[in-house]
């Protein structure tokens, strides 16, 4: 008898709580005129929901990553497959010295529907071994963690072997405090089983890039945990520029839709709620900001 393949469409578990959305992914306006107009982003953008991933292997435009400065698209659920165990250990690191694979770290944030991050969510991670095989008995590739205050998170790991019937894939379940679990799957991009794999989601493709020996990959969620788009106060009276361009912008500031700012003695309009970071200068991120 074959062994049962991992995310059977006939072992699908029913989505959880009200992060089900069955309804195809909305098309913002600013989103889709910076995609189709070929905008070059810069690294740090890497960090922005719905504009995380959107050239696929091929060159050619994948979907959209849920944009989340409306409300209503949360990162896309996916089955938690048959190889899922409670009760695994606190964990930032799945490997040792000794552990055989070539090493991958995960990095990104976990947001909320108005594209503000979210602190101490519970997130839990399993996936197969170098040879495609999960550790059913023991926790070997299996943790879990809490999101850091500012909503970072980091995953070192191993690339996973190739499943029998399956495309590389790195399971996780994600809940912030009082919320609805979220169950979803990460792949890679450049697997040829992505186009077999039934179950796989170019929604759910992580940013993977060679470094050294090992590898790097980004990916940012959505969670359906309602929030304000209101600027918060700062603890002062003035903002402090992030570089010698100067102006009002600030990083760490939360800017919601419409807000305008100062920078290098431009004028800019927000088009996107968003926490500023490093990077995300006014002129670097067209996507979030239009010069007035």
């Known amino acids: 008898m074959d062994a049962p393949t991992d995310g059977d469409p006939g072992t699908t578990e029913q989505p959880l709580g009200d992060e089900t959305?069955?309804?195809?992914?909305?098309?913002?306006t600013v989103l889709r005129a910076a995609v189709a107009a070929g905008v070059a982003l810069?690294?740090?953008?890497?960090?922005?929901?719905?504009l995380a991933r959107t050239i696929g292997a091929n060159g050619g435009p994948l979907e959209l990553t849920p944009a989340c400065d409306d409300g209503d698209d949360p990162t896309p659920p996916q089955t938690e497959g048959p190889y899922f165990k409670p009760n695994s250990p606190r964990r930032t690191s799945l490997v040792d010295a000794n552990t055989p694979g070539t090493r991958l770290t995960v990095t990104g944030y976990v947001f909320g529907l108005a594209c503000l991050p979210l602190g101490n969510v519970l997130m839990d991670f399993w996936q197969a071994d170098v040879n495609g095989v999960y550790d059913n008995t023991g926790f070997r590739f299996r943790g879990h963690q809490f999101t850091n205050p500012?909503?970072?998170?980091?995953?070192?790991?191993?690339?996973?072997?190739l499943y029998p019937g399956r495309t590389r894939h790195i399971h996780v379940k994600l809940?912030?405090?009082?919320?609805?679990v979220l169950t979803t799957q990460l792949y890679f991009p450049g697997e040829p089983r992505n186009n077999t794999d039934t179950i796989f989601d170019p929604r759910l493709l992580m940013e993977v890039r060679n470094v050294g020996s090992g590898r790097?990959?980004?990916f940012d969620f959505v969670l359906n945990v309602p929030q304000s788009t209101t600027t918060r106060p700062t603890s002062g009276?003035?903002?402090?520029?992030?570089?010698?361009?100067?102006g009002t912008w600030a990083v760490g500031t939360n800017y919601a839709i419409g807000a305008t700012v100062t920078y290098?003695?431009?004028?800019?309009?927000?088009?996107q709620g968003h926490l500023a970071q490093p990077g995300w200068e006014p002129p670097n991120v067209p996507a979030l900001w239009r010069a007035e």
């Open 175 to 180: 809940q912030a405090p009082g919320r609805p």
């Open 237 to 246: 009276t003035t903002t402090t520029p992030s570089s010698p361009g100067g």
């Open 21 to 28: 959305n069955a309804r195809p992914l909305s098309r913002k």
């Open 216 to 218: 790097e990959a980004k």
């Open 150 to 161: 500012d909503g970072t998170f980091t995953l070192t790991t191993i690339v996973p072997g």
């Open 264 to 271: 290098n003695g431009v004028g800019y309009v927000c088009l």
């Open 42 to 50: 810069p690294v740090a953008m890497m960090g922005v929901p719905a």
